[in-house]
Structures are given as C-alpha cells and as structure tokens.
C-alpha cells in the first residue's frame, strides 16, 4: 500500500503561480509512477502529468505544458506540480497518484493511464480572473 497526501492547494489570480506537493508513505517502492489529475466541477477526472520517478521521465496535457512542471525528490519521497501562468480553467481539485510502471500506456504514441492504484484526497485550486 502507498499512501499520498498532497498540500499546496489554495486561491490565486490568473496568471499566478502555485506549487503543490505530494508525499509518499508506505510501500514506496510501488510508486515508480507518480502523477498529478484534476477535477473540475461537472467535469470527468483529467490527467495533468505523470513522471517516471526513477529516471525523471515526464508526460504533460497538452493544455499545461509550458505552464506546468512535475518534479521529484526521491530522497523525501514527493512529487511537486510546479504551476505557473494559471488561468481560470485551471480551477479543480487537484489529485496526486501512483503506481507500478508504466506511467503510461503506449501503442500508437502514448496517452495517459487514469488507472493508477493509489490515490491521494485531493487539494483545491482556484483561479480567479
């Protein structure tokens, strides 16, 4: 089992920055795969970013990349969402989640898995125009 907890959420204007950070406990050996999904209301559960935690390989929507950076400390076990030039679009909770390899499915290029064992309850973010 591998337990997540993210913090970080909050309220910020458009065009602000946040950094959320999610830390891993348990069975961490799990969770090569980390990756950040959102909720928006009345929407489905969208992935953000995934990264390989062992070689640092990382995968971004189409919609945050330039905008966003996922990163890792393996020696504290958390994975960060680095989130700047926010827009109001970017308003969710914000859920943090593991697994095995692979981060994410492959055949005909790639796209992301929304299968991942382990995940974390969420934060919210809200941007404000």
């Known amino acids: 089992q591998v337990q997540l907890v993210e913090s970080g959420g909050g309220s910020v204007q458009a065009g602000g920055s946040l950094r959320l950070s999610c830390a891993a406990s348990g069975e961490t050996s799990i969770n090569s795969c980390m990756g950040w999904f959102r909720q928006a209301p009345g929407k489905e559960r969208e992935a953000v970013a995934t990264i390989y935690t062992a070689y640092g390989g990382t995968f971004y929507a189409d919609s945050v990349k330039g905008r966003f950076t996922i990163s890792r400390d393996n020696a504290k076990n958390v994975v960060y969402l680095e989130m700047n030039s926010l827009k109001p679009e970017d308003t969710a909770i914000y859920y943090c989640?593991?697994?095995?390899?692979?981060?994410?499915?492959?055949?005909?290029?790639?796209?992301?898995?929304?299968?991942?064992?382990?995940w974390g309850q969420g934060t919210q973010v809200t941007v404000s125009s």
């Open positions: 989640a593991a697994d095995r390899p692979p981060c994410v499915a492959y055949g005909d290029g790639w796209s992301f898995r929304t299968d991942y064992a382990f």
